[in-house]
């Protein structure tokens, strides 16, 4: 064991036991000398004094925050593995002053949410959301009303990141349009993925389906407006997977109240969970779902394999397939 890396996990108890599951704690144990038991970003906290001749800590969701007292703390860290996606609302000047290599499971969380948007965009082609909440409300069938299906159909993606980019793969087999919006995507890459680039406002008008995509930033703030909605297709549906705070929602609201046959299906909002008597816990052309895209339960150990991987990688001296830069976190959201 003395040759082995020092080691700890750090992290909340519940992300704990779904992100590193028993297989993934075998692997990482016979590559790390884990010299502790689970930290909590509180009880890290309070024990400092254990980082002192650590080399690696493997994290998620609970992270502590990677500021001058912890690093102060960590002379001796060399690498940081992170079980979840977003790394930004824990590091820190202090930390990337290091030059310590950090690396996190974003990629592996872009596997549900792309799977989750597959499964949705399918379903609004055919108004599946329109006939359950029908017959919920009325206590009958809903007579049959026109529906696009999916041959021939015009799905709009806007960004064309991870998983929009994997939503394109997903959607090859079938007989779809795709549409994207992307201002950072060339021409070339756009005909690879079997994509047409247009601008956002052809997005809303052109699709039977709009899956947002777009990373939560400063500058994207509110860029989904009321107008964006007034301008969709009769009946078609827009999906937000992303982050609610990309759409200005009041504006939102106020078109599908005007507007009963297209629908919103919403799985994160702006605040998240919608404030106490918002309209989108009632309106009949909006589905809420509570932040259910990513990865949850048996889910989430994908990312701990991912970080067993790195772990792998970064052992014997490999380039880290998901290595974050300073740069690069401001964009993973």
Not at 19 to 24: H, N, Q, S, V
Not at 271 to 299: D, K
Request: charge should be negative; glycine fraction near 6%; proline fraction near 5%.
């Amino acid at each position: 064991m003395a040759n082995l890396l020092k080691g700890l996990y750090i992290l909340d108890e519940k992300s704990f036991n779904v992100i590193y599951g028993p297989d993934e704690r075998r692997d990482i144990e016979k590559l790390v000398d884990i010299c502790g038991p689970l930290y909590t970003e509180k009880t890290i906290g309070e024990n400092l004094s254990v980082l002192k001749d650590i080399d690696v800590i493997f994290s998620g969701w609970g992270a502590p925050k990677l500021d001058d007292e912890f690093m102060n703390a960590a002379p001796n860290l060399k690498a940081v593995f992170y079980g979840a996606g977003s790394i930004k609302h824990i590091v820190t000047d202090a930390f990337w002053d290091r030059d310590i290599v950090i690396t996190s499971a974003y990629a592996a969380n872009a596997i549900p949410v792309s799977e989750y948007t597959l499964s949705q965009i399918l379903f609004s082609l055919k108004r599946g959301w329109y006939y359950v909440l029908y017959s919920k409300e009325q206590k009958r069938h809903a007579a049959k009303q026109y529906m696009p299906g999916a041959y021939g159909s015009t799905v709009g993606l806007i960004s064309l990141g991870m998983i929009g980019r994997r939503v394109c793969e997903l959607l090859k087999p079938f007989d779809v349009d795709i549409i994207a919006y992307d201002p950072y995507v060339s021409e070339l890459d756009a005909e690879k993925l079997g994509v047409k680039l247009v601008s956002l406002d052809d997005i809303f008008k052109q699709s039977d389906v709009v899956s947002l995509h777009t990373p939560w930033l400063k500058e994207t703030e509110g860029m989904i407006t009321g107008r964006h909605f007034s301008e969709m297709k009769e009946y078609s549906t827009f999906i937000n997977t992303s982050r609610g705070a990309i759409v200005k929602e009041d504006e939102m609201i106020e078109v599908l109240k005007k507007r009963p046959d297209i629908f919103a299906l919403l799985d994160v909002t702006y605040p998240e969970p919608p404030v106490e008597g918002s309209p989108l816990y009632t309106l009949s052309n909006v589905v809420l779902t509570p932040h259910i895209a990513g990865s949850l339960n048996n889910e989430c150990r994908r990312m701990g394999r991912y970080m067993v991987e790195e772990l792998q990688r970064f052992i014997d001296g490999q380039d880290l397939k998901w290595q974050i830069t300073r740069q690069k976190a401001q964009i993973l959201a």
